[in-house]
């Protein structure tokens, strides 16, 4: 069982920044592919970014790319998302998860794929 808690989320203005946390227990983290989603009200459950188990190679969504950097630290047992240059659009809960499957870094993984997930935490980007 791993237990992840998300930290980070905040209220900030559009062109800003926010470092997202997401601190693991409980399991082997680098046994996992670590993912980070995003939630707006109404909306599904969507992919933002992937770094492998060793943190070799990311993978983002487009709407994010360029803007948003994902890391991990397996040594501490986290990892963070970097976020700049928000946009309201931004706005959503991001969630962090791990997948234990082994899968391509570029493919979009579904709902389905991940093992565990965050309690995530509230990223408000006001205009």
């Known amino acids: 069982q791993v237990k992840l808690v998300e930290s980070g989320g905040a209220l900030v203005q559009a062109g800003g920044s926010l470092r997202l946390s997401c601190a693991a227990s409980g399991g082997t983290f680098s046994d996992y592919i670590l993912t980070w989603f995003r939630q707006a009200p109404g909306e599904e459950r969507e992919f933002v970014a992937a770094?492998?188990?060793?943190?070799?190679?990311?993978h983002y969504a487009d709407s994010v790319k360029g803007r948003f950097t994902i890391s991990r630290d397996n040594a501490k047992n986290t990892a963070h998302l970097q976020m700049n240059s928000l946009k309201p659009e931004d706005t959503a809960v991001y969630y962090c998860a791990v997948e234990g499957r082994p899968r391509a870094i570029w493919t979009i993984p579904s709902i389905s794929d991940v093992d565990y997930w965050g309690q995530g935490t509230q990223v408000t980007v006001s205009s």
């Open positions: 770094i492998t188990r060793f943190g070799a190679a990311t």
